[in-house]
């Protein structure tokens, strides 16, 4: 009787996961026009225009790039959790940027207590 519960319940989880910066850098084609929310501290920051160019990092120092709005650009070393759209070319300003995540929700988030784990 809990054996069916329990194959549901794992099945629930592992696809509530979602791709991570790693999955996004390595294979970005399997994952174009997907929606995605990963947790990163922004590393860099460049403001063109009405949009801000933020670099991404995960805990193990892997990179990716999302636009935001330049009015909702988090301080640099802030962790933060980022929902949006992965797309394979994205205009920021004047520039064409590729492999990057336009992204719809920006939230504040706490340091991982176990950056490492993953």
């Known amino acids: 009787m809990w054996r069916p519960a329990l ?6 989880a592992v696809a509530a996961c979602g ?5 996004l850098t390595e294979r970005p084609q399997l994952h174009y026009e997907e929606q995605v929310t990963i947790v990163a501290r922004v590393s860099r920051k460049e403001v063109l225009g009405d949009d801000a160019l933020l670099e991404l990092t995960d805990p193990q120092e892997r990179r ?3 636009r935001v709005a ?6 640099l070393e802030r962790w933060v959790k980022v929902r949006g ?18 992204v719809e929700r920006l939230k504040k988030h706490r340091t ?3 950056p490492y784990l993953f």
């Open 7 to 12: 194959a549901v319940s794992i099945t629930i």
């Open 64 to 66: 990716i790039l999302a």
């Open 19 to 23: 791709p991570s910066v790693v999955a």
């Open 112 to 114: 991982p207590w176990f």
């Open 70 to 75: 330049a009015k909702d650009a988090p301080p």
């Open 85 to 102: 759209v992965f797309t394979a070319e994205l205009r920021v300003g004047d520039r064409v940027v590729y492999d990057v995540i336009a």
